[in-house]
């Protein structure tokens, strides 16, 4: 995994797409952040609604990460009228568990309702991929979720992942009869037009 003392000195404030900014982390974007987090529709694939303290730690995490590794989960703006403003994150994360497939990277999302819908989360997901990629140096990024969860399945297939149900797992952090714990990976290499940097 590339990264290091240096990485955040280089790290874009922000990523741009047609209609999407990808930027650093604003206090302001606690509160929204948290009622996100707090929604039972969007959290039904994750292992449950976070506290609003859970929340706000996430996002220290986030910034965290973004020092250490000059990558990280970045907040997004819609900028279409019936959208606008903070819709939630997008971005590279490194995964924090052990599994066959660790050390890895991960791209994923996470968006507020009215936002769903859009194609929003592949749209920031191509731009934090190919900064990944061609910035960062990552020679491979994975995708993982509830292998029920057939919305961010079809995210991942556009954006020409790969599944393999060998690498299918059970998560180890949710307990033997969650409903949640088996999950699958995608998985996207490097394009070869990028040399990419030795893990």
């Known amino acids: 995994m590339s990264g290091g003392p240096g990485a955040a000195a280089s790290t874009p404030s922000e990523l741009r797409t047609q209609r999407l900014v990808l930027r650093r982390w604003r206090d302001e974007d606690r509160e929204p952040f948290a009622a996100l987090n707090a929604d039972p529709e969007v959290t039904a694939t994750l292992a449950g609604p976070l ?3 859970e929340s706000d730690a996430l ?19 819609a900028l279409d009228a019936a959208t606008a403003g903070f819709v939630g994150f997008v971005g590279l994360w490194p995964v924090s568990f052990t599994a ?7 791209v994923g ?4 309702t009215r936002a769903w819908g859009h194609g929003y989360a592949p749209e920031a997901a191509r731009a934090a991929l190919a900064d990944g990629f061609a910035r960062v140096g990552l020679a491979e990024v994975v995708s993982l979720t509830w292998e029920g969860n057939a919305a961010s399945r079809r995210v991942m297939e556009k954006l020409g992942m790969t599944h393999d149900p060998a690498d299918d797992f059970l998560h180890p ?3 033997a009869d ?5 999950h699958v ?7 070869a037009s990028v040399n990419p940097r030795p893990p």
């Not at 995490?61 to 990558?71: D, L």
């Not at 969650?178 to 088996?182: K, Q, V």
Request: hydrophobic fraction near 45%; proline fraction near 10%; include cysteine.
């Open 51 to 53: 506290t609003r303290v």
């Open 173 to 175: 952090n949710l307990p």
């Open 100 to 106: 066959p497939f660790t050390p890895a990277v991960e």
């Open 185 to 191: 990976l995608y998985r996207l290499p490097a394009p």
């Open 109 to 112: 999302w996470r968006l507020a």
């Open 59 to 77: 996002v220290d995490r986030i910034e965290a990460c973004f020092a250490e590794h000059g990558f990280g989960l970045w907040a997004v703006d």
């Open 178 to 182: 969650h409903r949640l714990r088996r």
